[in-house]
């Protein structure tokens, strides 16, 4: 079919023609996926959507022209950083997301190096090889050489190794909590104590875990130590169109104080526009993904969030009992928040054909390697449907057996 492109129609056959475009979308909305979108049902959905329309012309490049925007962000980024147990000191910025937040995170690791008059020739980080794709990105930005250290067999950061791995180049630790390969949560005191030992920079990504963990320790729920309670974590991300069930494009860096905010700032007046000064990679930013955050955080509330979180956690525990229970598949951890992985029995591609069967069912599951592996990423809208997705999950199990699928890609580019 020719675009359409062009060709001047009137709103309403333009918008029935988008209509048409999505019919073979995955229904997320209706919890069908498991990866790349999130809801907590309708009502949160319109709320979000509604503040977003009213703000998407706006323009957070200079919020002098926008009080507006500049206020929301600031609530936003406080609420979170409460959430994370900033310090007093505590400071951060919006970004569109966890990979905004994590090449930023590099940048001002070298920024740091830099502004200390200590920086190497070679800066190096130093992460385990479970942490996000993301950081490549900025170590290929910011020219970082990327030391990755193996997962102990628990799939948690292995310390001892990362130690090993650090030299006097090195500029960035970074831990994750949790990591999103098999959902569990690093070792953050003991990475965030090589970081002191080298007075450096050490991030912890919170993009799946910054909203979820602390609703769930709210809840009751025991978990480790990963935020700023922790001494020696100076940053971590937590990106709220995950698990804030916010419109997509808004995440959260924040730092333990001003000085090392500032390390991800941009200021410049080498041309002749005036000085342009930017908090992350974009210009011009859309005001919608920040009404968004602050219309769904200030409708849910903290105890929106705890119920929210309760409930992805309780269906991620009943498909990990279920997933144990089943001798051709295994899980490959306990799942320490709302994400899960699991395999079959060789560790083969035999997993992608379940993949494959429960697509068919309209399912929509992650596919990761190695090793090769369903991901989970459960959320509020799947309370309902556990059962119908156990069931469907057997029935794919039985139907499998023999075939062999396609391994899929976490992001693509064609
Ligand atoms: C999703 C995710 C990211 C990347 O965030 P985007 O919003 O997709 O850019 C980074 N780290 C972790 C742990 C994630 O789950």
Request: glycine share 10%.
């Amino acid at each position: 079919m020719a675009s359409p492109l062009g060709l001047g129609r009137p709103a309403d056959e333009v918008l029935a023609a988008m209509e048409s475009l999505r019919t073979g979308d995955v229904k997320w909305r209706d919890g069908r996926a498991f990866s790349l979108a999130y809801s907590a049902g309708p009502e949160v959905l319109a709320l979000s959507e509604e503040a977003y329309r009213r703000f998407s012309g706006e323009n957070a490049l200079n919020t002098a022209a926008f009080p507006s925007l500049r206020s929301m962000h600031d609530d936003v980024v406080s609420c979170v950083s409460g959430w994370l147990h900033g310090p007093a000191s505590a400071r951060g910025f919006m970004t569109s997301g966890g990979t905004e937040s994590l090449v930023l995170v590099v940048r001002a690791a070298v920024e740091r190096a830099r502004r200390e008059g200590r920086l190497p020739a070679h800066p190096n980080m130093v992460l385990p090889t479970s942490a996000h794709a993301a950081l490549e990105k900025g170590a290929d930005y910011f020219g970082v050489e990327s030391r990755r250290v193996d997962v102990r067999n628990d799939w948690r950061a292995d310390v001892e190794a990362m130690a090993a791995a650090a030299d006097d180049s090195t500029v960035l630790f970074v831990a994750s909590a949790p990591q999103y390969p098999q959902g569990v949560i690093d070792p953050v005191a003991e990475v965030a104590a090589l970081a002191v030992g080298r007075d450096v920079n050490m991030h912890v990504d919170a993009c799946m875990g910054g909203v979820v963990l602390p609703a769930l320790e709210r809840a009751g729920v025991p978990l480790p130590p990963w935020d700023f309670r922790v001494p020696g974590v100076t940053s971590v991300s937590v990106d709220l169109h995950k698990y804030g069930y916010t419109a997509k494009g808004a995440g959260v860096l924040v730092h333990r104080d001003k000085l090392l905010r500032n390390d991800q700032v941009f200021v410049t007046d080498n041309w002749l526009g005036g000085v342009y000064g930017s908090s992350g990679i974009l210009g011009t930013k859309s005001g919608g993904p920040i009404a968004s955050a602050w219309a769904v955080m200030s409708h849910l509330g903290d105890a929106g969030y705890e119920r929210l979180a309760t409930a992805a956690r309780s269906v991620t525990l009943a498909i990990a009992a279920h997933v144990e229970g089943c001798d051709d598949l295994r899980l490959r951890s306990r799942p320490d928040s709302t994400l899960l992985a699991f395999g079959d029995a060789d560790d083969g591609p035999g997993i992608f054909a379940l993949a494959d069967e429960l697509r068919e069912r309209g399912w929509w599951v992650d596919r990761q390697g190695p090793p090769d592996s369903i991901h989970l990423t459960v959320n509020a809208v799947h309370e309902p449907l556990v059962d119908e997705f156990l069931a469907d999950l057997d029935a794919a199990r039985r139907a499998m057996r023999g075939r062999s699928g396609s391994s899929g890609a976490y992001g693509s580019v064609d």
